[in-house]
């Protein structure tokens, strides 16, 4: 351990030195890379934590956009600004811990280190023990790109010993990817030594169905958006938030939709739905949809482990009747279970999407973009999407409120989170 910081030390001499030019084209060559081994990063995560290779190739050419966004528009974010007689400049902070999750391996880490690379930081990446291999490539390709071994070290530790890797002088911030309680434990040590952080936590996302939604539509979206990486995403949507009067179409279109994700081998083309990452994670998603419908809600789809190879299989699953003080509504449900909640109209709609600890994502679904634009404003979240879903965009800042986490990434927000901003006057 002390070795890798003291060579990320090193490191972050020379990178600090490095024109924006030169990042720039380390950053390009790191898009080329993973561009072009996307089959085997694929593969990678695939036997890891269970990712459909096709999904898996997405991640990894979502990783590459990255890459190329902050190439080719990082040295504008970070150029000195004149304001009234003085000058404020962005510089870089040092070696930045990065404490990343296990269900995006790639693009959790390339979306903090494609910005933090081109501001001039180090990384220290403590990735989730179930993807080593991940965590290896990640590095691998990083020192490739760039032609030198000292800019991004893995450290291979149990949560135990994260604490004094933050207390480190040599570390100088850190970006967390989790749970809320783990996050809650990176804050306090943060804080404790006075290191900047970004966390990024969990979610309970509310898709808000207004009566006059294209219904057809947002069947297919929320199903998409419910089932993006097997449910086992923070801004995956989690609560539907249905008016009444279209509430029983509205179901059966969505049932529908998420009959079509049959789960299958994650090494199979045509697999949408691969297994849930651990089996005690699927066992814990089983037991919310049990113990909501002893609570009252209606089991309409799925809800049994099937009889698969993999123990950690999940079916789509789709609730209904979910109601506030249903573990369904009150929790986060990291896996492929979608809970629908009627409501009578906007205001319950808003009051609903905001009753959680959580503010990470939504979505508002109406025919009138004005209409749903005033809903939008309305709802206590990072982010909004109108008519689609949630996603995380290079180009916008990304992150949320409440028990969500706090601090931005992505975006020109990003890209300034581990800079030292300094007034020259």
Known sequence: MADALSELTAGFGALKEMSYQDRAAGLQRLADLLEARQDELARLMAEEMGKPVKQGRAEAVKCASACRYYAEHGAAMLAPQEREGATIIYQPLGTVLAIMPWNFPLWQAFRFAAPALMAGNTILLKHATNVPGCAKAIVALVAEAFGRGDLIHAVFIPGKEVEPLIADPRVRAVTFTGSTEAGRKVAAAAGKHLKKSVLELG????????????????????????????????????????????????????????????????????????????????????????????????????????????????????LTDVKPGIRAFDEETFGPVAAVVKVSGDEEAVWLANLTPFGLGAAVFSSDPARARAIAERIESGTVAINTQVVSDPRFPFGGVKDSGWGRELGEEGIREFVNVKTLR
């Open 203 to 318: 979610g309970s996302d509310p898709y808000l169905i207004l009566h006059d939604a294209d219904l057809a539509a947002a069947a297919k979206t929320c199903a998409a958006a419910r089932m993006v990486n097997g449910g086992q995403s923070c801004i995956a949507a989690k609560r539907f938030l249905v008016a009444a009067t279209v509430h029983d179409e509205f179901v059966d279109l969505l049932a529908k939709e998420l009959a079509v994700f049959v789960p299958g081998d994650p090494l199979n083309e045509a697999t949408l739905l691969g297994p849930m990452a651990r089996e005690d994670l699927r066992d814990e998603i089983h037991a919310q949809v049990k113990d909501s419908v002893a609570a009252g809600a209606t089991l309409v789809l799925g809800g049994e482990i099937p009889e698969l190879r993999d123990k950690s299989y999940y079916p789509a699953t789709l």
